[in-house]
């Protein structure tokens, strides 16, 4: 996920969809979110000092009550 796609989502406050089915808080049942992107630290590659090979995952935090969404995909648009 490059830092321009991760913006132009940040601006965009359409509804994101993932695997065909619109992504809803399960909290709030909000559909306005805020877009960043987080590495997930594996032990083994951090003790090598490689965290850079690790995968990122999308994040989606509700915009009304802040509750976190992770996917490993980035949703569809």
Not at 71 to 76: A, I, K, N, V, Y
């Amino acid at each position: 996920m490059g830092f321009l796609s991760e913006f132009s989502r940040a601006l965009n406050d359409g509804d994101l969809v993932y695997g065909g089915i619109p992504v809803v808080c399960p909290h709030c049942k909000g559909t306005d979110f805020e877009v960043s992107a987080a590495q997930l630290n594996t032990t083994g590659l951090t003790f090598l000092g490689l965290d850079w090979a690790n995968r990122s995952a999308s994040v989606y935090v509700c915009k009304n009550c802040s509750h976190i969404q992770w996917f490993l995909d980035d949703p569809d648009e």
